[in-house]
RNA sequence: GCCCUUGUAGCUCAGCUGGUAGAGCAAUUGAUUUGUAAUCAAUAGGUCCGCGGUUCGAAUCCGUGCGGGGGCACCA
């Protein structure tokens, strides 16, 4: 007589053992239509599983996170059916439901191609016509293993090998084919829908390591409706669309090129835009107390053989070999050259904490595979700094750090940031007390912070804590972008000391820290967030005066001059073309402020003002202009 | 690095099963002097990514190298 509680608290009574099916039933005709899966107890269950003792459920539509991700898991199955249907042979692993879909990777020496993913598709609307009916067993798990080595499915058998012990086995079937699977799944494959599209073919290693074999992984996505498949497909396709290599093209910022892979050639209107960033956080840092300093881009072997780089890192080193014979490495890292800075002369306890800015541009030898536009590049600008302090200012020091990388983010119009704070890995150098007190003092840092934080236990740097800083962008995305890292290593293997009140001489702490990480990345992000439409005061191309025509070609010159003067970036475009077309141009460029010049603006001394993505003009005052906008030509914090 | 895929004019792309290349935009020149998203015409523009092979003949087929894209692994 099992008692079932509902999510709204009435219990209803059975008189023996009950289905979700039936609770369904019960409940009301529509949600027994609707019903996907059950959670029994918290724990999700087939709606076909049946209740013996008195628990509270919930059921679960496609309405759900659980509801959509069932119908998920069950695609990925009837992706793996429908595959095996039309290509024999074929053997299935593992087939996980991700963010907004699925995948499901199999072993087959033939690839799969574009035209194949069609057709899969059309024979899984087959098998969803088909209504095949599931139904759960438990294995033994030798006759498991057994029966999957027989059917040649060795994948699956290791799977089920690598169960461990005292867990069932479970195998779904769905008419005859059937799959090792934990479940939850729907009733038949019926229940599957066919707002599904297969997405992708990509390879993926077995188990997701790569000394072992490729596998073919096939992506897909599914959702409760049409409406919501077509609106995921066209997030998808504006997604595309503010793609920042595609942008960056189209804008004249940049481009790539074969002679030097993942490097940047940065064009004018890209290297003004990287120039005022690195601007903005000059003056930002100097409010900050940060002094900037400027390491050499190649240094001798021995320092990175010291530093620890050259055993840790030297698989990504560029190294360069002189006539002489001496070898150099071409700096992945700041770090040692700033610790040279410090050893220079001797340091007080007095000078603590030190900040250390620099503008350091990298190189580190990335695997080809890795690379991404501006996102992953083999030489990139980081906005580095080392704040050389004592073990009680650690704290105090990560808060500032915070509030300024904080600053920076909401200038930008970034304001959703979240924390990632990675505790002491397996691997590390130092004492467990010095590692005690160096996460304590972080993790304090992080909670004043107040910002949503999770924790990575163990994932910090071999050589201290880290926190990492996480924005979201304007279309949900998130980036990696800042990093903060307690290193309690590096100052003693580079012979850092500074006196101390006392007279002796201790070692300091350093704290790594950047604030966008990498200025190539962040401009890859900032393109992104505003679909390359940048704020004016970042922008760099922000006015472009228009005369009507030729004849008003000295005014528009005369405005240019102003404009260029106040420290604006302005061109006048005197090509012999009409308005319109130059209208559509440069509004296709996204340059932000037009302005128009014809005989009406002559005479009255004005300048017509022409926004991006508005038709609305606004006459104004030369002067008039130049006041507002040259007020507008800073960072909303300055 | 690994799997798949891809490389034609400055850009975006066409070029079927092998017969040494074509469009639109951009550029240049000329005409036009234009009031808020493409004025007209003419001209010029190519080592079809590199190397090798098959073939009477290769942008096209094969091999290989390099680059790009989608993933995987990597992101110290």
Redesign the pocket.
């Known amino acids: 007589m099992p008692n079932i509680k509902l999510p709204d608290g009435n219990i209803i009574t059975f008189e023996k053992k009950v289905t979700g099916l039936k609770i369904a039933d019960k409940i009301s005709k529509s949600l027994s239509k609707q019903a996907l899966v059950i959670s029994v107890d918290g724990n999700l269950k087939d709606l076909n599983f049946e209740i013996e003792n008195d628990c509270s459920v919930k059921i679960h539509t496609s309405k759900d996170k659980e509801g959509v991700e069932t119908i998920r898991h069950d695609t990925a199955h009837v992706l793996a059916m429908a595959v095996q249907e039309l290509f024999p042979g074929t053997q299935v692993t593992i087939g996980p439901v991700i963010e907004n879909g699925f995948y499901y990777d199999f072993a087959r020496n033939e ?1 799969f ?1 574009q035209k194949d993913l069609q057709k899969i598709e059309k024979k899984m609307k087959e098998i969803i016509e088909r209504d095949e009916p599931t139904h759960r067993e438990v294995w033994e798990r030798e006759k498991a293993i057994e029966h999957f080595k027989k059917a040649g499915e060795i994948y699956k058998a290791e799977i089920i090998k690598s169960i461990p012990k005292g867990e069932e086995v479970s195998i779904y079937f769905h008419g005859k084919w059937h799959d090792l699977c934990r479940g939850p799944h729907l009733t038949s494959t019926g229940k599957v829908g066919k707002y599904f599209k297969l997405t ?6 077995w188990r ?3 000394k072992n074999e ?1 596998l ?2 096939i992506y897909g996505t599914a959702w409760p409706s049409q409406k919501e498949l077509d609106e995921y497909l066209n997030r998808i396709e504006e997604a595309e669309k503010r793609d920042h ?1 595609k942008l960056g ?1 189209e804008m004249d910022l940049f481009h ?1 090129r ?1 002679e030097s ?2 490097s940047v050639f940065w064009h004018e209107k890209g290297w003004t835009l990287f120039q005022k960033l690195i601007e903005f956080m000059r003056i930002k840092q100097k409010h900050a107390g940060y002094k900037e300093i400027n390491t050499p881009e190649i240094l001798d072997r021995s320092i990175w053989e010291k530093s620890g780089h050259w055993e ?2 030297g698989q ?1 080193m560029y190294t360069s070999t002189t006539p002489d014979e001496k070898i150099f490495a071409i700096k ?1 890292m700041n770090c040692p050259g700033c610790v040279q800075i410090f050893n220079q002369g001797l340091k007080s306890y007095r000078d603590l904490p030190l900040k250390m800015s620099e503008f350091g541009k990298v190189h ?1 030898y ?8 501006l996102m ?1 590049v083999r030489a990139f600008t980081q906005d580095d700094a080392h704040i050389f302090c004592t073990e009680d200012q650690i704290t105090d020091e990560s808060l500032s750090v915070t509030n300024l990388i904080l600053e920076i983010y909401k200038d930008l119009g970034f304001s959703n940031v979240i924390l990632k704070y990675s505790d002491r890995p397996e691997i590390r150098v130092g004492d467990d007390k010095v590692w005690d007190k160096s996460e304590a003092a972080l993790l304090k840092a992080v909670k004043a912070s107040k910002l949503e934080y999770s924790v990575n236990k163990g994932e910090g ?2 050589y201290g804590p880290k926190i990492e800083f996480v924005l979201r962008d304007a279309i949900g995305r998130d980036w990696q972008c800042g990093t903060l890292q307690v290193d309690l290593n590096l100052p003693e293997r580079l012979g850092a000391s500074f006196v101390d009140k006392d007279g002796s001489k201790k070692i300091p702490v350093m704290l790594h820290r950047a604030l966008f990480g990498s200025l190539e990345r962040f401009i890859g992000i900032l393109i992104e967030n505003y679909a390359g439409k940048l704020p004016f005061w970042i922008n760099p191309l922000q006015v472009i005066v228009i005369p ?4 008003f070609d000295d005014y528009a010159k005369k405005i240019y001059n102003k404009i260029s003067s106040i420290g604006l970036n302005c061109e006048v475009d005197l ?7 130059k ?2 141009e440069h ?2 460029s996204k340059v932000p402020i ?1 302005l ?1 010049c ?4 002559v005479d009255s001394h004005t300048v ?1 003002i ?1 926004q ?2 508005s ?1 609305k ?1 606004e006459n104004m005052e030369v002067r008039k202009f130049l006041e507002i906008y040259s007020a507008l030509n800073k960072a909303p914090s300055i």
């Open positions: 690839p191609t992708k073919v990509a390879g993926a290693y997701g390591d790569s490729m073919q992984r290599r093209k790539f074969e892979p993942g840790k890192f990504h992945p580190r990335e695997p080809s595979g890795a690379l991404h536009g992953r740097a071999f009507v025509s030729s004849e090509k012999n073309h009409n308005l319109n077309y209208i559509r509004s296709l037009l128009i014809g005989k009406k603006e017509t022409r991006l993505d038709t003009q």
